[in-house]
C-alpha cells in the first residue's frame, strides 16, 4: 500500500455568513470553531462509580480573523449592528474545506461584540466572535494529491 499525501489550502476554505460570502482572512489561523460546553456531564461517587448524563448545550463559538483594513472589516461590522438595531438579523453560518469533508454549520448566529481595534506602527489583526446556536461540526479528511 503506498504513501497518501493529503492537501489543504485555506484558499479551499469557503464562509457564508447568511449570503455573505466571506473571503479575506489573515494568514496563519485564520478562523476557530468550538463548542461551549461538553457533551456530558460526570459524576463520581464515592466508591468510584461513575454516572454520566448527556448534556443538550450545542451552541458554539467561531472566531474569525480578518487584517485591519480590510473590506470584510466593514461587512461584519455592518451585520452586526444591523442585528443590533433590529434584534431579528441573526444569520446562518456555513464553513466548509472545498478540498476535503469537513462542514461546519449553524443556522442561527449572531455576533457577541465589536472586534477589538488597536492601532500601532504594523497592521494589525482583528478577531470578530460569533455565538453559533444549534452548531454542527463534521470533521473529514481532505482530497489526496
Keep these: ?19 455573505n460570502i466571506i473571503t479575506e482572512f489573515i494568514k496563519g489561523e485564520a478562523i476557530t470553531v468550538s463548542k461551549d460546553d461538553d457533551d456530558w456531564a460526570v459524576t463520581q461517587g464515592s466508591h468510584g462509580s461513575v454516572v454520566r448524563a448527556k448534556k443538550f448545550n450545542n451552541v458554539g463559538t467561531v472566531v474569525i480573523r480578518t487584517v485591519q483594513g480590510s473590506p470584510t472589516n466593514k461587512l461584519l461590522n455592518d451585520m452586526m449592528y444591523a442585528d443590533i438595531a433590529s434584534g431579528e438579523d441573526s444569520f446562518s453560518l456555513q464553513l466548509k474545506d472545498n478540498r476535503g469533508e469537513s462542514v461546519v454549520s449553524a443556522p442561527q448566529c449572531w455576533f457577541t461584540k465589536p472586534a477589538d481595534m488597536t492601532f500601532g506602527e504594523e497592521v494589525g489583526q482583528l478577531e470578530w466572535s460569533i455565538k453559533a446556536g444549534h452548531l454542527k461540526m463534521e470533521y473529514g479528511s481532505n482530497v489526496s494529491a
Excluded at 500500500?1 to 449570503?19: A, H, P, Q
Aim: a negative charge.
Design 1 to 19: 500500500m503506498g504513501e497518501t499525501t493529503r492537501t489543504y489550502n485555506l484558499d479551499d476554505v469557503t464562509l457564508v455568513l447568511g449570503t
